[in-house]
């Protein structure tokens, strides 16, 4: 279970997050929704320790994250930019990465094989494509067994074969019962894949709930339009 | 740590820019060696080149390093590592590698020589230990300028300006300071501020160990009786290693308040 408490940043002048509160219990998939710049990767990435909110509270399975590092061998994050050491070969960084989770157990090979990357093995990173390294990312994201799954925009640059495949590994995770955070702009993916969506409006939680709740709330059947009505309201 | 170090050492290693590095070294330690046939000269003349180059060298190399890795060391902060770790580690696996180039590169030359016979043996390994302190320490404050400054552009331009100053304006002031006081007593004042700076300190410490500090004048001799004793020697290192020391902990105390 994850707990943020009254979380503030802000970068300079620029106020990100202004008093963010949530509770992300054990065994949901949710959706980080919000426009550019609303302020989603800044909350990931707090909830990982890389960005160190100015003020308020952080607890994970109800110890406080600060100043530790250890808390992350729960967590699989994925970046939102895949970009790798060039010199290195596909095969060398996962192996590299395993080395430095410590000999965790990992499954490499069966998402490599789902995301079809065998030709790619012995090339080095630097000679990928943007989608051929955002699978590479991917891999490395899902290789561990760990129980929370971050997931910062995982489609961009998929083809839709991989797509598909992205959305199968995702629900495969939820079976298993984990906790997974997913941002993204594509509705159709949150919607097939999420149980709640989270929208961040101007730094704060604008609405917490599930689809369902939200397309009761704004009297919308369909999820695009109920979120561009959020939108609009948030605006007005 | 240690797999950080590892690993962006093998980076480095692998990476084309080393070699060039390496093989620079290489043909000059030979051209240097059969164009002179006398081991001290070739100690003078590579002292020359070093004290600019190899500076030069470990801010750039460390820079480019530090913003080309940007992205990778996001990759490595979410997984389960100390941030200082991420960092010190990555520092020690370029400035290794740096030394390794310079070590290996000019090492083979003298080697083939045969060094081992000659005198000069330790007026060269003295040479190798400031090219490689000043490998670290150049390292380390691109580091530290890299991780202050998100804009590439400014950080390159800020860790130039700091090699030019410490390997070119530097000395122009201290001369000039030393011509406007030069009717007080300077001694003092020009053994702080050479150790002020690390390129004039290596500078100095190697000139001493060659025994031609008796072109320098009275200066001369007032540094030949400070660091030609083995206690000024034995300071003198200790102060390259504070200018490792001290960007290092820099880097540390920046690494654990920085936002990725």
Not at chain 1, 48 to 72: A, C, D, H, S
Not at chain 1, 151 to 173: F, M
Not at chain 1, 185 to 193: G, L
Request: charged content about 20%.
């Amino acid at each position: 279970m994850i707990e943020i408490k009254n979380i503030h940043k802000s970068f300079g002048k620029n106020e990100v997050l202004k008093g963010v509160d949530l509770v992300i219990p054990e065994g949901n998939a949710i959706a980080v929704l919000g426009p550019n710049g609303s302020g989603k990767t800044t909350l990931i990435k707090s909830i990982l320790g890389m960005v160190l909110p100015n003020q308020g509270e952080i607890f994970l399975n109800t110890k406080n994250i600060k100043k530790g590092w250890e808390y992350r061998k729960q967590i699989d994050y994925l970046p939102q930019i895949a970009n790798f050491p060039n010199n290195l070969k596909v095969s060398e960084l996962i192996k590299m990465i395993k080395d430095i989770r410590g000999g965790e157990i990992a499954n490499e090979s069966k998402y490599i094989d789902l995301f079809s990357l065998h030709p790619f093995l012995n090339k080095k990173l630097g000679n990928l494509s943007g989608g051929t390294k955002q699978k590479v990312n991917l891999v490395l994201a899902f290789m561990f067994n760990s129980p929370i799954i971050i997931l910062d925009e995982p489609t961009s640059g998929l083809d839709p074969v991989s797509l598909l495949v992205l959305k199968d590994i995702i629900l495969e995770q939820k079976v298993k019962g984990k906790t997974l955070l997913i941002s993204s702009h594509i509705m159709s993916f949150v919607e097939a894949v999420c149980d709640k969506v989270m929208f961040i409006w101007e730094g704060k939680i604008y609405f917490n709930g599930t689809i369902a709740d939200l397309k009761k709330e704004t009297n919308e059947d369909d999820f695009e339009h109920a979120i561009a009505h959020l939108l609009k309201n948030a605006h007005a | 740590m240690l797999k950080i170090l590892k690993y962006s050492f093998y980076d480095l290693i692998r990476s084309r820019w080393s070699y060039v590095y390496f093989a620079f070294y290489l043909l000059l330690g030979f051209v240097l060696l059969f164009l002179n046939n006398d081991v001290s000269k070739a100690v003078i003349t590579l002292m020359n080149v070093i004290i600019i180059l190899v500076p030069l060298m470990g801010t750039m190399f460390g820079i480019m390093y530090f913003y080309n890795s940007k992205e990778f060391t996001e990759l490595l902060l979410a997984q389960p590592l100390k941030r200082t770790s991420i960092f010190i580690g990555q520092y020690l696996g370029v400035a290794t590698s740096l030394s390794l180039s310079l070590i290996l590169g000019l090492g083979i030359p003298f080697l083939v020589y045969g060094i081992f016979k000659s005198e000069a043996i330790l007026d060269f390994s003295l040479l190798l230990v400031t090219g490689g302190f000043l490998t670290f320490i150049f390292t380390a404050i691109s580091f530290y300028i890299g991780l202050s400054n998100e804009n590439r552009i400014k950080g390159f331009g800020y860790a130039i300006l700091f090699w030019l100053f410490m390997a070119v304006i530097y000395d122009g002031l201290f001369l000039i300071s030393l011509i406007l006081f030069e009717e007080y007593p300077l001694d003092t004042f020009s053994l702080i501020a050479s150790m002020a700076n690390p390129i004039d300190l290596s500078r100095i410490l190697i000139l001493l160990k060659l025994d031609i500090s008796a072109l320098m004048g009275y200066t001369g001799a007032v540094f030949q009786k400070f660091f030609g004793t083995s206690w000024g020697l034995i300071v003198s290192l200790g102060v390259l290693f504070l200018w490792v020391l001290i960007p290092v902990l820099l880097i540390r105390r920046k690494a654990l308040k920085k936002d990725f």
